[in-house]
């Protein structure tokens, strides 16, 4: 019988290979995560700081709740998928994800889903809609988005509202400006500002860009010399013109 060198040396390196991934496997859980317990916690929340509804402490409290906050427990027994997928049930995450050092340190970064208006319909509904145009839930949670009323079905502010939403976060402006959107039976919108006793008429929700552009050069240069209250209403419909409204009735074309 002819001994096969190759087939033993396949053998033997396969054995290596076995008891050097048991020794590694075992080196890394002990006694470093075997015995030791994790002693420090950091949750990290993107955007945290901007308008999301998401805290540190909301984070910690929902693990807590479900008996998964790490504090204190054996390295070896923190589930770091179960963190995740238990955050992830929170209507407010977006994304999760935890991993753990050999140090006894568990690290949680979450993404949030960004709330960019809240609904408060005249069939009673309420929530937020996300800058995506998802429905998130109403929460208890103080929050300065702008506030639509009126005629809104879901349809209707995730299609429409949602672009309105987003144009006014990302202009500090009017973002500071606008109090409240109201949606007339047609699907027109009506905009409350803080400053000045008038309303604002958009009409259909689209050119947003344009029609702002031309509110505010009518604020700088026309409300700024006649005075915030002379009008009661605003159009910003039609292109090139903006139509105002006096406290006497009387239209003024600008």
């Known amino acids: ?37 994790c002693d420090e916690v950091s949750i990290h929340i993107e955007d945290g700081l901007t308008m999301g509804f998401l805290n540190v402490n909301e984070v910690k409290g929902q693990l807590q709740r479900a008996k998964l906050y790490p504090l204190g427990d054996v390295m070896n027994n923190v589930n770091t998928r179960k963190i995740e997928e238990t955050l992830k049930q929170n209507p407010f995450v977006e994304q999760a994800q935890c991993y753990k050092t050999q140090t006894g340190h568990v690290y949680i970064t979450l993404s949030q889903r960004m709330p960019v208006i809240r609904i408060k319909a005249d069939n009673g509904e309420d929530y937020y809609v996300d800058e995506h145009g998802d429905i998130m839930p109403y929460t208890h949670y103080v929050n300065d988005i702008v506030v639509a009323t009126g005629d809104i079905t879901k349809k209707y502010a995730q299609k429409s509202l949602t672009k309105l939403g987003n144009f006014l976060v990302k202009h500090p402006l009017w973002r500071s400006q606008v109090e409240q959107v109201h949606v007339l039976p047609d699907g027109t919108i009506e905009i409350v500002p803080r400053v000045g006793d008038h309303i604002v008429y958009l009409g259909m929700p689209f050119d947003l860009e344009q029609k702002f552009k031309r509110l505010e050069k009518f604020y700088r240069y026309g409300l700024s010399e006649a005075g915030w209250n002379k009008y009661s209403y605003i159009n910003l419909e039609f292109r090139n013109q903006i139509i105002c409204k006096k406290r006497n009735i009387k239209e003024t074309e600008i």
């Open 1 to 37: 019988m002819t001994f096969n060198w190759k087939k033993t040396a396949i053998v033997l390196i396969d054995a290596l290979l076995a008891v050097y991934l048991v020794l590694a496997i075992t080196a890394f859980n002990s006694p470093d995560e075997v015995n030791s317990t």
